[in-house]
C-alpha cells in the first residue's frame, strides 16, 4: 500500500511538474507576456495539475482500457476526452475558490474567452484539458508507472519521500 501510495506521488508531481512547463510554455512562447513563476508555490510545479491528473488517471482508467465502440467506430477515446476535459474543468473551478480563499484571488482569468464562468473556466481550456488527458492517460502515465515500477522499493521511499520533505519546506515557507 505504501509503495503504491509513493508511486502515486511520484506520478502527482511528474504532472505537477509538467503543469508548470505548460504554463510557463503558454506565457513565453505562445503569449509572449514574459517569465513568471505560474505555481502558486516557489518550485517548479503546480499542484493543481497533480491533483487533476491523479484524479483523472483514478477515475477513468477503467473507462481508457475499455473497447467502446459504435458499430465498427471507437469510440472511448472520444468519452475520455470529454471526461477528462469535464472533470479537469470542476477541478479548476474548484481551484479557484480555494486559491481566492487562501490568496485572495486565482492564477487565471478567462473572461476574455467566449463561454467563460466567472472567469474561472471557460470551453477553450477545457478543450485544452481533455486533449492534455488524452495525452497523458494513453502516453505519460504508462511510462511513468513502467518507469516507477523500476524502482527499487527502497529507491522509491527515498525519491518519494525526500520530494515530498521539499514540497513541504516549500509549502511552508510560502504560506507561513
Do not use: H
Request: hydrophobic letters at 50%.
Amino acid at each position: 500500500m505504501l509503495v503504491k501510495a509513493e508511486r502515486y506521488f511520484l506520478c502527482f508531481l511528474s504532472y505537477s511538474v509538467l503543469g508548470w512547463l505548460y504554463e510557463v510554455f503558454l506565457e513565453v512562447a505562445v503569449y509572449r507576456w514574459g517569465f513568471s513563476n505560474r505555481g502558486v508555490l516557489f518550485g517548479p510545479y503546480c499542484p493543481i495539475y497533480g491533483v487533476g491528473a491523479l484524479v483523472l488517471v483514478l477515475s477513468l482508467r477503467r473507462l481508457r482500457d475499455r473497447d467502446i465502440r459504435i458499430g465498427k467506430l471507437p469510440v472511448t477515446p472520444l468519452l475520455v476526452f470529454a471526461s477528462a476535459g469535464a472533470i479537469a474543468t470542476v477541478i479548476e473551478l474548484i481551484g479557484s475558490y480555494v486559491m481566492e480563499l487562501t490568496t485572495g484571488g486565482w492564477m487565471w482569468d478567462y473572461r476574455a474567452y467566449p463561454l467563460n464562468f466567472q472567469g474561472r473556466i471557460a470551453l477553450n481550456p477545457s478543450v485544452r484539458f481533455g486533449l492534455g488527458g488524452l495525452v497523458f492517460l494513453y502516453l505519460l502515465q504508462p511510462l511513468l508507472e513502467r518507469a516507477a515500477r523500476r524502482l527499487p522499493d527502497r529507491a522509491l521511499a527515498l525519491l518519494s519521500g525526500s520530494l515530498a520533505g521539499l514540497m513541504l519546506l516549500d509549502a511552508a515557507v510560502t504560506f507561513f
